[in-house]
């Protein structure tokens, strides 16, 4: 039985948006995208059945950009996952870490390991990508620099990992959306996210999540995000738990169109549980 | 008279952090640190009067890892600037905009203005740095690739602007934060920053939300940030209308801390008007 599903991601092979393609999927094939927008028309045009894309890191934050282009397409979330990101030393087989002299990764990759690379007493240099430093090294045949990528980069360039979670701050997560041309039909405990945008009037915001609040409805996620070229506009993403297709939610946003300029379900979507 | 302020910002110059000390402070010196942890640091130490860190980007989002610094060190917020951020295509002087066959800068760059490239029809690489893309330029004395960074990198290095504003999306903002060791003695229109965590129980949002509202106290910003070691516990960072100084205001911290497991107030400062 071939049952592979194709999924877009943006980034080279070895990227992290690959290693949570691994972990969210059973079988699929991912195919690589130059942009965030190529993933999306990817998964808009029928080239691939699903389209995974970060929306939000625990050291980074929410990534408004993919939130612009869910906005901008008519794709459902599906499902989300989350993925500890875990930084790799990587070399040449055989290589110690007392010989690594140089390590090279994407800068906020050394960031995040900044500690532990002040502790080795290595030179460091940016390069553009985490996956790509890999491959960089790979071609150089350098034995005495090393790079910093996820564990998978290590594998499909072939090539050895001295250290696993060098990370200095442990909490390093990012969550992942997957994507699909039609609604998903959830199971389980269920999530839903929506957009919507309200007049900067005081007060707004307060009855904006009374209409939660009073149908004890629980909210994951809230965020504000002010409108530039709009100075009294916000827009705002909210996560709650239950189904858009459930009285109570389909209430609560009715409800909440008597105050919001604008209201977009964005998808229902079983809970992470790792 | 000298009067001159040592501020510390994170980058080369020529970066983006850079050009807004120009924009915000009045006489000052700005010194280039290798971090964001530098810059505290500075501060802290007492080697620099003032830092100034980017808090949030209107595509990128918030920047938790500067907020963890906020709460991690005891400085505090004196004032906020907001930077249009404008991307300039860079080159040798006397070079045209028809000779370029190669751009390169800061993958995050490249993809803000990826219609612009695309239209030009040039080969993109993705370097480590917007500023420092400039600089590579200088030194590779290549004059058919060009570099995308601030008009003030172009300025720094002697090179020639192009083209000003090619990023795709106009409405490209970075939010800075002025620190200092003491508070400020803000007057006029205040904002005041603070952040709270809360236990993960129906309603308890909306219960502190509620110590504005019923006070008539206006936000600008509500964020929740999930605590990924603590999968009940949510951080949130809030931004008010007013001094925590006021009456009013400090009537609703009172009442926000029945609630909160933490309340800190991070400062009270002038609004940026442009």
Chains 1, 2 share one sequence.
């Not at 800068?107 to 960089?136: H, I, N």
């Amino acid at each position: 039985m071939e049952d592979k599903i194709k999924v877009a991601f943006q980034g080279e092979p070895g990227a992290y948006s690959e290693e949570a393609g691994y972990g969210y999927y059973d079988a699929m094939e991912m195919v690589p995208q130059e942009s965030f927008e190529a993933v999306f028309e990817a998964v808009a045009s029928g080239a691939c059945e699903s389209g995974l894309i970060p929306i939000e890191n625990s050291l980074a934050g929410s990534i408004h950009h993919n939130y612009d282009l869910l906005l901008r397409h008519e794709l459902h979330i599906v499902g989300e996952y989350l993925l500890r990101v875990r930084h790799c030393l990587i070399s040449f087989p055989g290589v110690k870490q007392s010989e690594i002299k140089r390590v090279i990764s994407q800068p906020q990759a050394l960031g995040q390991c900044a500690g532990f690379l002040r502790e080795m007493g290595v030179k460091t240099e940016p390069v553009y990508d985490t996956a790509g430093s890999v491959k960089m090294l790979k071609n150089s045949g350098e034995r005495t620099t090393a790079a910093i990528a996820s564990k998978r980069a290590a594998k499909i360039y072939e090539m050895q990992i001295i250290k696993e979670s060098i990370e200095d701050n442990q909490e390093n997560y990012t969550r992942f959306l997957a994507l699909s041309k039609t609604p998903g039909t959830p199971e389980g405990e269920i999530k839903s996210s929506i957009v919507f945008t309200l007049k900067n009037i005081p007060g707004a915001l307060f009855k904006a999540l009374s209409v939660f609040a009073l149908r004890d409805i629980d909210l994951t996620k809230i965020e504000s995000r002010p409108l530039p070229g709009k100075s009294w506009e916000y827009l705002f993403y909210v996560d709650f738990i239950g189904a858009v297709g459930e009285e109570t939610a389909r209430r609560a946003l009715d409800h909440l169109g008597e105050y919001a300029l604008m209201v977009r379900v964005l998808g229902s979507y079983p809970i992470f549980r790792s």
